[in-house]
């Protein structure tokens, strides 16, 4: 009993617990400081970088520099991150013991099993060259324009201008579109009362204007031929194979040209008509 009221009647330092605390809270706040400045200084050194060799384009194309450009900026906060949380908590706890370590990291290792996958199925992705920033790719049922590629995380930004977010460790099929010369094809419906070689030699010459004029057109287009009978008209192929990411502006373009040539030649193209008959008996 004694032993207990001596420890209610014991006065507390308030002068060294004030002191104390304003020391961790300043060596706390420097810490941030310097976390935020070398990410800083860091992500400044890196945009430097990716635009030297955009502009010199000798070790590397853009798509590329800028994929390591994000890959190290990920890499630096992440081990920035690291270090300043382990120096905070030194600075709350003091030195950390062997046996809190030991509890700490099997705690961090049951709970960082998908922070562990998502960084190896990223190196991964990263190493094997499956895409990169600016590529146009699928990956499951997300599709859009890779923003930025991370250790952990894939940015994808879909043509409605919606982000998505997709860890690394949930990809598994990829289908990306911008590492081939992609399709070009408009399909023409004309009426059958036109003449199919006729309305074949105008789109031809429509065809070898464009492919001259048009430097995205890696190759044709060309003419294919009459692939299908429909109930109103004629549907004739057209084909071609232009740049990646380009192949919608040159379809839309030659839509364009091709329905321009076909009203300076006349030739009709189908649209919805109704035949009325009068059956009824008018003499009488």
């Known amino acids: ?35 935020m400045i070398a990410i800083k200084i860091s992500v400044k050194a890196i945009n430097n970088f990716v635009e030297r060799q955009s502009k010199l ?17 990920s890499v630096v906060r992440y081990t920035v991150y690291f270090f300043g949380i382990t120096s905070m908590l030194t600075v709350l706890f003091g030195p950390i013991n062997i046996a809190f370590a030991s509890i700490g990291g099997v705690a961090i290792g049951f709970g960082a099993q998908n922070l562990v996958k998502d960084v190896i199925n990223g190196f991964f992705i990263i190493f094997e060259d499956q895409f990169a920033v600016g590529d146009y790719v699928n990956i499951g049922d997300k599709g859009g324009i890779v923003e930025s590629i991370g250790l952990r995380l894939t940015k994808l930004k879909d043509f409605s ?64 031929g009459v692939t299908n009978l429909k109930d109103s008209g004629v549907t004739i192929r057209v084909c071609g194979k232009a740049l990646s990411m380009t192949q919608w502006e040159c379809e839309v373009k030659l839509r364009k040209e091709i329905k321009k040539a076909l009203d300076r030649d006349g030739i009709e193209i189908p649209y919805p008509k109704r ?8 003499d009488k």
Not at 13 to 31: E, P, R, S
Not at 195 to 216: A, P, R, S, W
């Open 57 to 73: 384009k000798i070790s590397l194309d853009d798509r590329k520099a800028s994929t390591i450009g994000e890959i190290l900026k």
């Open 275 to 282: 035949m009325i008959y009068n059956t009824s008996n008018n």
């Open 1 to 35: 009993m004694q032993n207990i009221r001596e420890l209610f009647t014991q006065k507390l330092d308030w002068d060294t617990i004030l002191n104390t605390l304003i020391n961790k809270t300043l060596a706390i706040i420097i810490i941030v400081a310097i976390m």
């Open 161 to 224: 201008g919606d982000c998505h977010v997709i860890p690394n460790g949930n990809i598994t099929v990829i289908t990306n579109h911008s590492r081939n010369d992609m399709r070009v094809l408009v399909e023409v419906d004309v009426a059958y009362e036109e003449d199919v070689d006729n309305v074949i030699e105008t789109l031809n010459g429509v065809c070898e204007d464009f492919g001259k004029k048009n430097e995205n057109m890696v190759e044709g287009p060309k003419v294919i």
